[in-house]
């Protein structure tokens, strides 16, 4: 049974539809001058625009009506952002660029790429950033998450579980009269050897290190003419390996995505050359 605050709700919507149609009504044609088919034709369009406008009024007080009623919280949640009733369809926010640098302040004496100039400190960051997205690919995932170091152009770092693992990518101009190393298998080293696209050797290594406690990975080769290394060091406080395997690092040397990379060091050099002192 209604209430008596249903009956005036009632009274008051046909209230409104009939001072709606009959504002849009006079403004019609009048039919009166009108015979036979003609009048007829008018009639019906009344008709349907009364239809059209009570309608159309009906359904506007109904969606006031269903809004009065809607408490906060109801329904799909997904997504509402408090009592505005606006749904945020935006997915979660996704990751641009590489994650933020770490940094390091240099020992006493020694120099950092905040003391470069700011052209060549923005070219030296772009290469680690691009070396980064390489470096993350194609390490195995056990390295975790890599990031740039600001203190020298071929510093990095791999964090996972908690512990950090230092990397060191390298493309420096050979210098002259230098030929690359032969790996050794002396002292508990462990030799692995592979030829890269264009017939290029290369050598990496797993050494003990820290009187053998733990181990770490590292690969070095020739191209053009610079020479190119990559190392993964251990974690020294929870004595954990390199988890990095030679073999790993022959396949990140092997690919497209890292000779690239070298490829464009060789090209325009973010390394200085090292200059060897002979004592007589």
Not at 45 to 51: D, K, P, S
Not at 87 to 116: F, Q, R, Y
């Amino acid at each position: 049974m209604g209430t008596n605050e249903d009956h005036t709700e009632d009274r008051a919507t046909a209230v409104l539809v009939r001072d709606v149609m009959d504002r849009a009504l006079a403004e019609l044609p009048a039919t009166a001058d009108l015979v036979g088919p003609a009048r007829a034709q008018g009639l019906r369009r009344r008709a349907r625009v009364r239809a059209a406008i009570g309608g159309a009024v009906l359904a506007v007080a109904g969606l006031g009506l269903a809004g009065a009623f809607v408490l906060p919280g109801d329904g799909d949640d997904r997504g509402a952002t408090g009592s505005t009733g606006v749904v945020d369809v935006a997915g979660p926010p996704t990751s641009s660029g590489p994650p933020p640098p770490i940094h390091l302040e240099p020992s006493p004496g020694e120099s950092s790429m905040a003391d470069l100039p700011p052209a060549e400190r923005a070219r030296l960051e772009n290469f680690q950033n691009r070396a980064v997205g390489v470096l993350q690919q194609l390490l195995p995932p056990s390295v975790g998450t890599v990031q740039r170091i600001d203190l020298g152009v071929q510093q990095y770092q791999g964090t996972k579980d908690g512990k950090t693992f230092r990397i060191t990518f390298s493309v420096r101009p050979s210098e002259p009269g230098m030929a690359p190393g032969n790996c050794r298998e002396i002292k508990g080293t462990v030799c692995s050897k592979a030829t890269l696209p264009g017939g290029i050797r290369a050598d990496a290594a797993v050494s003990p290190i820290n009187n053998g406690n733990v181990t770490e990975s590292r690969l070095w080769f020739r191209y053009g003419a610079s020479d190119v290394s990559l190392r993964v060091g251990p974690h020294d406080a929870s004595n954990t390996s390199a988890p990095v395997t030679a073999q790993q690092l022959l396949d990140v040397a092997g690919s497209a995505a890292f000779l690239d990379l070298v490829k464009a060091a060789d090209r325009d050099p973010v390394e200085e050359m090292p200059h060897t002192v002979i004592g007589g």
